[in-house]
């Protein structure tokens, strides 16, 4: 049993990434499905931690800008026995925001939002607890190329 951490900026690809790789396979978590929940982050807690306890992997599709962000995460992971696979978008801005002012509705973001993300970035490392951790580029003709990392 896995649980899958996505991390990267708004417009990173995450979102596709996942569902290219894990459609049908994990259980997917996002607080952007949330929006309207008082507590997302206590909501999603609540909803990786009953895929974990019913033994299903689970994939967690946000940000996660910072260590203190994932922690949580990797230690209900830690809990429930699952492995922590983390997968890093790299920071890459101006392709990032450009994405964005592609996407309709409230799947598009406030540019002030990306601007946000990146002043607090930090990119994550083995020692944070993962299992296995990747470096993941999207390419110009939208194919990801997964690296991994030490």
């Not at 996942?18 to 929006?35: I, K, N, W």
């Amino acid at each position: 049993m896995d649980l899958v951490l996505l991390i990267g900026l708004q417009g990173s690809g995450k979102t596709t990434f996942c569902e290219r790789r894990f459609a049908g396979t994990h259980t997917y978590v996002s607080r952007d499905r949330l929006r309207n929940n008082r507590r997302p982050r206590r909501r999603e807690q609540e909803l990786i931690r009953l895929a974990l306890t019913e033994g299903q992997s689970v994939v967690v599709d946000n940000t996660h800008p910072t260590a203190a962000d994932r922690a949580p995460i990797i230690a209900l992971a830690r809990q429930h026995g699952a492995r922590v696979i983390g997968y890093f978008f790299e920071p890459d801005l101006e392709a990032c925001l450009e994405r964005n002012r592609q996407r309709q509705g409230k799947a598009c973001v406030p540019d002030v939002a990306l601007f946000a993300t990146v002043k607090i970035w930090e990119p994550p490392t083995i020692a944070e607890g993962f299992d296995e951790l990747y470096l993941v580029q999207l390419s110009t003709n939208g194919d990801f190329a997964v690296t991994p990392q030490p």
